[in-house]
Every structure is written in C-alpha cells, then in structure tokens.
C-alpha cells in the first residue's frame, strides 16, 4: 500500500521558514516526480513546486519562485520543501504527491497518482 506522510508544517511569522517533508512507503520515488501543492478552505488545490525523479529539473508556481526550495534524497524515498520569507498568503494545508514519469503536466493535480494526508502551514502577520 502507498502512503505518502507530510510532516514538518506548522505555525510561524511572517519572514520566517519552515521545511516540510514527505515520507514515501510502498513505493520507490526515484520513479517519480514529486509535488507539492497547497490548498485554503474553499479554493482549489494549487501547484507550489515539482521536481524531477532525479533531481535534475524542478519547477515552481510563480507566487512561491526564489522564497521556496523543493529537493528529495531518493535513498531516504524522502521529498522536502524549504520554505523561506513566508508570508500570511502563504497559509493553507500543503500536500505531497507522486506522478510517475516525466515532468510534463507537473503543475496539474490530475496528473498525480498519490496524495499524502496533508500538513498545515500558518503564517502570522
């Protein structure tokens, strides 16, 4: 069974950081690119940032470019995201997600298999 775990959110001001990360079982990442999306109560899932099975190639949202860093260590089947300069906007419950193959359609939800259960980020003002 695949599961994928988020830990690491949290509540933290505005400029802060925070790194979540994402711990994969039942199924090896280096297969896959990985996502981070981010979702509020009433709006739609986002996409914030995907990276390559390999860590070659990674893409990110234009709201979080330059302030967020994705990266994974395979050998730990682990994905992380660095989260710097946080801002208020920034708040929402942040997922990990597993796409098999390449990194086209990466910023698209649809695209993923799996979906962890989610953890949340608060930035206060």
């Known amino acids: 069974q695949v599961q994928l775990v988020e830990s690491g959110g949290g509540l933290v001001q505005a400029g802060g950081s925070l790194r979540p990360s994402c711990a994969a079982s039942?199924?090896?990442?280096?297969?896959?690119?990985m996502g981070w999306f981010r979702q509020v109560p009433g709006k739609e899932r986002e996409f914030v940032a995907a990276?390559?099975?390999?860590?070659?190639?990674?893409y990110y949202s234009d709201s979080v470019k330059g302030r967020f860093t994705i990266s994974r260590d395979n050998a730990k089947n682990a994905v992380y995201l660095q989260m710097n300069s946080l801002k208020p906007e920034d708040t929402a419950v942040y997922y990990c997600?597993?796409?098999?193959?390449?990194?086209?359609?990466?910023?698209?939800?649809?695209?993923?298999?799996?979906w962890g259960q989610g953890t949340q980020v608060t930035v206060s003002s």
């Open positions: 997600a597993a796409k098999y193959g390449g990194m086209g359609g990466s910023s698209n939800k649809v695209s993923y298999s799996y």
């Open positions: 039942g199924l090896s990442v280096s297969g896959y690119v």
């Open positions: 990276i390559k099975w390999d860590g070659s190639n990674t």
